[in-house]
C-alpha cells in the first residue's frame, strides 16, 4: 500500500545534472562542454537574446526612430448613450451621473469625464450631470421633462 512515507519516484526516472568543471576525469573539465571558440562558447546575452536574430540587425535597429509630436495628456472620454440612460430609469434611478454608472456596471472606471451620447429613446425625465454631451442627447433628456447640467 503506498502512502506519503513510502512513495518514491520510479527507478530511471530522476536523472542527476550534469556537474561540469570538475576536472578532466569527468569528462567535463577544462570547457566544461562548451567548446573552444565561438558563440556558444561565451557567457552572456548571445542567441538567448530575445531580440538576436542569427547575426542580422534586429528589427529594433532596422526601424527608425520614433519622431513627431505627441499631444500631451488628451482628454479621456467615458461614452454612454440614451437608451443605456433609459434602462436604468426604468429601473428607478432618475438622478444620474458618472459614480452612479459606474455602481451600475455601465462603466469600467471612474474619474474619466462622462459625455452622452444621443443614440436611442428616453421617455422618462431624469437629470443627467456629465462633462460633455451631443445637442441629440440633450434635446431628447430634455423633452422627456429632463434636466441636463454640464459638470
Known sequence: ???????????????????VGRGNASGSG????????????RTGLGKFNPAFEGGQ???????????????????EFAIVNIDSLATLAQGGVTAIDAIVLHQKGLLRKTGL???????????IAISVKANKISAEAKAKIEKAGGTVELV
Open 1 to 19: 500500500m503506498f502512502n506519503q512515507s513510502n512513495l518514491s519516484a520510479h527507478p530511471g526516472s530522476k536523472k542527476a545534472p550534469k556537474r
Open 30 to 41: 577544462t570547457y566544461c562542454g562548451r567548446g573552444v571558440k565561438g558563440q556558444g562558447s
Open 57 to 75: 540587425t534586429p528589427l529594433f535597429r532596422r526601424l527608425p526612430k520614433k519622431r513627431g509630436f505627441t499631444a500631451y495628456n488628451p482628454a
Open 113 to 123: 469625464a462622462l459625455k452622452v451620447l444621443g443614440n436611442g429613446t428616453i421617455d
